[in-house]
């Protein structure tokens, strides 16, 4: 059983550089998975990203709609980590924007 969660992530960038931004970030969600050992898939469908990630026997799926002031993520927790949804919520209110909308072209 997987537990929802739902969560927008205001910008003010607009839906292309924003949708940019994310596809050049996506990879970083490695890093930010304790263990080094996570595998990321992306599929974008037009302004859609369809995202798995997968480490330590845990697959997270997700769907993160680009909108033109707006970035709406849906992430379903698998098993126990549905314990811990509002500490995952919290922090992608409060790291969510680094992690998928900073501007890395100058890395």
Sequence with gaps: MSTPLEVDLP??????????????????LKDAIPGGMAEVHEAWEG??????????????KAVIIVEDANVHCT???????GMFKGAIESAM????QD??????SLD
Excluded: C, F, W, Y
């Design 11 to 28: 910008h003010s960038l607009g839906k292309a550089e924003a949708h940019a931004r994310i596809a050049g970030n996506t990879h970083r």
């Design 47 to 60: 302004d859609t990203l369809n995202l798995t990630v997968g480490a330590m026997g845990q697959e997270v």
């Design 75 to 81: 992430i379903d927790l698998p098993g126990m980590l």
């Design 93 to 96: 209110k409060t790291h969510g």
């Design 99 to 104: 992690l998928l909308l900073e501007d890395r």
